[in-house]
Nanobody
Framework: QVQLVESGGGLVQPGRSLKLSCVAS????????IGWFRQAPGKEREGLSC????????YYADSVKGRFTISRDDAKNTVYLQMNSLKPEDTAVYYC?????????????????????WGQGTQVTVSS
């Protein structure tokens, strides 16, 4: 398993942007599918965006499509989530997760149980 550390969360006004980072340990990071999830109080953990090196695919949930962008820099063992046009309903704890890749990004984002390694989470609060 890899160790994951998220950063970049904070308090931001509606309509503004944040960029989350997920740094992973281990020399085989480039083989891993990475997912970004979030969990708001009283709600289930939601898959937002995933990227898989198995076929080079990415996936976005409808709730963030067109506003969030996932990217990875394997040389830095880092995956990013650029979040634009933030809304109050985006307020949640954001987590990144990793799993050795064998299939599409859509598969991994379909359920949080498909990831074995998780970061500790970073709080994002969107409020005026």
């Amino acid at each position: 398993q890899v160790q994951l550390v998220e950063s970049g969360g904070g308090l931001v006004q509606p309509g503004r942007s944040l960029k989350l980072s997920c740094v992973a340990s281990g020399p085989t990071f480039h083989y891993y599918a990475i997912g970004w999830f979030r969990q708001a109080p009283g709600k289930e953990r939601e898959g937002l965006s995933c990227i898989s090196p198995s076929d080079g695919s990415t996936y976005y949930a409808d709730s963030v499509k067109g506003r969030f962008t996932i990217s990875r820099d394997d040389a830095k063992n880092t995956v990013y989530l650029q979040m634009n046009s933030l809304k109050p309903e985006d307020t949640a704890v954001y987590y990144c997760a990793a799993e050795p890749a064998s299939t599409t990004a859509y598969f991994y984002c379909a359920g949080y149980s498909r990831f074995q390694s998780w970061g500790q989470g970073t709080q994002v609060t969107v409020s005026s």
